[in-house]
């Protein structure tokens, strides 16, 4: 468990491995994890490993990804959630998700979450054409 102080600092030293990566946000995904079992030191290095992972593109990771974490720490941590979409895979890491996502089929912000394609294109614009018409007759 991390202090809001603590995850102030982690999102101030990940903001200078990686300039995208916001304070505001950071902060919040450790927030949101506070309750997480790791003591200070172990999120702290978490963080980093993951903020120098070219690999991870979003803070959001750091709590999805287990080869982040300290050997120490890992018995710790909860059992990651199963991918919604893949059986026997995790849904930070599933690897069924990330061929999808390379093959242009789900995009990177569904990876372990359940994702439901798009039809197909004429039926996205259809749908698009049809709430545009409506607004359109609206008064
Ligand atoms: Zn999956």
Redesign the pocket.
């Known amino acids: 468990m991390i202090t809001e102080k603590q995850a102030t600092m982690i999102a101030h030293v990940l903001h200078e491995i990686r300039p995208a990566w916001g304070i505001d946000g950071t902060r919040k995904v450790l927030e949101r994890n506070a309750d997480h079992p790791a003591a200070f030191g172990e999120v702290l290095s978490a963080a980093v490993t993951a903020a120098l992972d070219p690999d991870t593109q979003t803070p959001g990771r750091i709590y999805q990804i287990q080869t982040h974490w300290p050997a120490k720490a890992k018995p710790r941590l909860p059992k990651p959630e199963a991918?919604?979409?893949?059986v026997g895979?995790d849904?930070g890491t599933?690897r069924?998700?990330w061929a999808?996502v390379k093959a242009g089929l789900r995009p990177e912000s569904h990876?372990?979450k359940h994702w439901e394609p798009p039809t197909g294109i004429a039926d996205a614009l259809e749908v698009s054409l049809a709430e545009r018409l409506e607004a359109d007759l609206r008064p």
Not at 83 to 86: E, K, L, Y
């Open positions: 991918c919604p979409d893949h895979q849904g599933c069924s998700c999808d990876v372990g």
